[in-house]
């Protein structure tokens, strides 16, 4: 079975553009979680959605948005870019929407870099 | 608050000895702990969990201990080898919030 797939794995955008990351859960699994890890750190919860609701969100600012689609993909959207914002972005699959007890298996990310 | 401590942020052992890696949380609340592997250029890699019901787990030469009273949990990694070069990552789930709370990471290197 494929793991959790990520697209693009490589991207380059200007500052103030927008870019959208997408990925797809390992077969089976409604709950879709999204990283950011920048160089040298751990990666830091963005958001998670489960059966297309959001339900989480972490300390990031509005210009960051998710959704989740029926096939249980998602994206996740980034406007008005930072340097700021150039990292690693990470999605995550796991079968039911509470992180308490639930595997939470990663795909291999998104490399933004924001010139 | 959300917090998970995560040392030594670096370790350097000779091939075939053991590594340790050691972790403390904050929310009491977290029953599911988690460690990632993450090598250059690629995602995190789970390789083993522990769920709070249990002290021990043990996958081959991989083990993970938890101390709930203190809030403690360790990897274990004996006879080490090259490829066991990597950073990393220990985690919890912060319960109110559906989400996982990572460590900063060691990066563990193996001496030939």
Redesign the interface.
């Known amino acids: 079975d494929a793991g959790v797939t990520q697209s693009p794995t490589h991207l380059i955008k200007t500052r103030g553009q927008q870019v959208t990351l997408r990925c797809s859960p390992i077969s089976g699994h409604k709950s879709v979680s999204w990283y950011q890890q920048v160089l040298g750190q751990g990666p830091q919860f963005i958001f998670q959605y489960y059966e297309k609701e959001e339900r989480g969100r972490g300390n990031f600012p509005d210009r960051f948005s998710a959704r989740q689609f029926p096939n249980y993909s998602s994206e996740l959207n980034v406007n008005a870019l930072l340097l700021g914002d150039s990292a690693l972005y990470l999605c995550a699959s796991s079968w039911s929407g509470g992180a308490a007890g639930n595997t939470i298996y990663f795909g291999e990310g998104s490399w933004l870099t924001v010139v | 608050g959300e917090n998970v401590e995560q040392h030594p942020s670096t370790l350097s052992v000779q091939e075939g000895d053991s590594a340790v890696i050691k972790c403390t949380y904050s929310d009491s609340?977290?029953?599911?702990f988690?460690w990632?592997k993450q090598e250059l250029g690629?995602?995190?890699?789970?390789i083993i969990?522990i769920?709070s019901n249990v002290g021990e787990k043990k996958d081959q030469r991989i083990a993970v201990t938890l101390n709930k009273t203190a809030k403690h949990f360790s990897l274990h990694i004996t006879e080490t080898q090259p490829e066991d070069s990597a950073v990393y990552?220990c985690?919890a789930?912060?319960?109110s919030?559906?989400?996982?709370?990572?460590?900063?990471?060691t990066r563990l290197s193996i001496r030939p």
Request: net charge positive; proline share 11%.
């Open positions: 609340a977290s029953n599911y988690p990632y690629k995602g995190p890699q789970l969990d769920r990552f985690a789930p912060y319960s919030a559906s989400k996982i709370i990572f460590g900063s990471g």
